[in-house]
């Protein structure tokens, strides 16, 4: 009934956010292995690497969130004005997704099973996302755990804004994106600082 229906487009709209993250870390410990020949041109910027895997995660992000709004428009009859804000509630992951793909490729390079590692733990995170559930379905002392996930935020406001026609929380949004921006500087920085060791290893 509408119960199912309801419940399969939130964890739909979760399943979106998740994916996008678990495409684009888990590809980040081969950026580099797979492109060992680049390592040796001088001149190639390597940096740009996890770009592209971002920027094809973000292509199939929005063809996902695409028949996301499409399935809602028919659930509910028509979409509420707060999709609007939905690229905003979008924008904090990009810098984080940065600066994660930054530092795994480059552990990928001197840790060769790190790969086997960071596909375990982010499977593990799956289950540890508001994925399949809202975060206030979970006791009380719970939910502080499950709010330092960096998911679920973005998965809460893109619930809100796409399926429950409520605008971002704007505090949260400006939190989020100051903690990715700072984990993107960290990745930069972790990246830069060990890239001059890649073609020794490599």
């Known amino acids: 009934g509408d119960s199912a229906l309801e419940f399969g487009l939130q964890a739909y709209a979760g399943l979106v956010v998740f994916i996008l993250f678990s495409d684009v870390v888990n590809r980040s410990p081969r950026l580099i292995l797979d492109h060992a020949n680049l390592v040796k041109k001088v001149v190639f910027p390597l940096e740009i690497l996890p770009w592209v895997a971002i920027l094809a995660g973000l292509f199939h992000l929005a063809l996902s969130l695409a028949a996301l709004l499409v ?8 979409l509420p004005m707060t999709v609007v804000a939905l690229p905003l509630v979008i924008v904090p992951l990009v810098p984080l997704l940065m600066g994660l793909a930054w530092f795994f490729a480059a552990v990928g390079v001197y840790v060769r099973d790190a790969g086997q590692v960071i596909t375990l733990l982010v499977n593990l995170l799956m289950f540890l996302s508001p994925v399949f559930y809202p975060v206030s379905a979970l006791p ?3 939910q502080p755990w499950l709010q330092a ?12 804004v796409a399926l429950d026609g409520l605008w971002p929380q704007w505090s949260q949004l400006g939190l989020n994106l100051a ?11 972790w990246f830069a600082a060990t890239r001059k060791g890649f073609a020794d290893v490599l």
């Open 71 to 78: 399935a809602a428009a028919v659930a509910h009859g028509g």
């Open 140 to 142: 009380e002392r719970w």
């Open 149 to 160: 996930n960096p998911l679920t935020p973005a998965i809460e406001q893109l619930r809100r």
């Open 179 to 189: 903690i990715a921006i700072v984990i993107a500087w960290a990745g930069a920085r």
